[in-house]
Nanobody
């Protein structure tokens, strides 16, 4: 089993910055792709950014130029640096990891962390 725990969410003013972290723990053999998703009330969960083990990245158009995803493989941790935050960024942010535990390989999800951006 692999467990993901997000941290760093909170309340910020529009134009501010926030750094989210997601640490993986448990019986980890390897972690491949990792990513961040978000879900606002009444909306579908959407992709924010993904990163491969080799640090190739992909971003949703709505966050390009403002958010940066990165990872520390030695710490089994993925980060999301969020800058120039807007009220429309308000959502619960979820961490995901394509990971192997023992002989099982699947996508794991964290419980989410709330990000609220006030105007």
């Amino acid at each position: 089993q692999v467990y993901l725990m997000e941290s760093g969410g909170g309340l910020v003013q529009a134009g501010g910055s926030l750094r989210l972290s997601c640490a993986a723990s448990g019986t980890i053999v390897s972690i491949n792709d990792m990513g961040w998703y978000r879900q606002a009330p009444g909306q579908q969960r959407e992709l924010v950014a993904t990163i491969t083990r080799g640090s190739s990245t992909n971003y949703a158009d709505s966050v390009k130029g403002r958010f940066t995803i990165s990872r520390d493989n030695a710490k089994n941790t993925v980060y999301l640096q969020m800058s120039n935050l807007k009220p429309e960024d308000t959502a619960v942010y979820y961490c995901s990891a394509d990971a192997q535990s023992w002989v099982i390989n699947r996508i794991y999800w964290g419980q989410g962390t709330q990000v609220t951006v006030s105007s």
